[in-house]
């Protein structure tokens, strides 16, 4: 818990300061790209994580895998962070500065289950109510496929979810018939 807290602290303070000096999209594009090489890389994780591991052997580790792709701020940034000990919340930092981004450019992540795979149609229209009910700029949706479902789809948005399954359906039903209501 104190780990998300100081991560979101040093997000914030990113954020701040690339908006002060209009690198923001930029940043976030860093941000994307290290919460993506650190979570497909347990190795690096590790590295980050083991307090054991010299801070200029994580600096230059940072500096191999990172090198010359990424805005000057953010190589500035993880600088900091190694020599002050805090590499091991780059990944925490990253994924807060992400969701902080979002919620300041109103863009907000529907997760789509459903039985068989969406169709443009289907995507645009859970868009426009996504769009219409939460008041967002932008929706990102992420699918999964689950042929459990029978058919219909369940989708969450934050932390509110509407379930439109066929096996949902069902479930509720069997559970009428065992309590003798229909």
Do not use: C, W
Not at 11 to 16: G, N, P, Q, V, W
Not at 166 to 179: P, T, V
């Amino acid at each position: 818990m104190l780990e998300n807290k100081a991560a979101s602290r040093y997000a914030k303070s990113l954020i701040d300061l690339s908006t002060e000096q209009n690198a923001l999209e930029d940043i976030k594009n860093d941000m994307v790209v290290l919460e993506q090489v650190i979570d497909g890389s347990p190795e690096l994780e590790a590295i980050l994580r083991n307090p054991i591991v010299p801070l200029d052997k994580k600096a230059g580790i940072l500096e191999g895998v990172f090198g010359n792709s990424v805005h000057q701020l953010t190589k500035a940034f993880l600088k900091l962070l190694v020599n002050k000990g805090r590499s091991a919340l780059l990944f925490g930092i990253a994924k807060s500065f992400i969701t902080q981004y979002n919620q300041i450019k109103g863009i907000v992540t529907a997760e789509v289950t459903s039985a068989t795979e969406l169709t443009e149609a289907n995507r645009t229209e859970i868009t426009a109510i996504v769009k219409k009910e939460i008041g967002a700029n932008e929706v990102l949706i992420r699918e999964k496929v689950n042929a459990n479902l029978i058919g219909g789809f369940i989708l969450k948005v934050g932390d509110k979810q509407f379930d439109a399954s066929i096996s949902s359906g069902l479930n509720k039903l069997k559970k009428e018939f065992a309590q003798g209501i229909v």
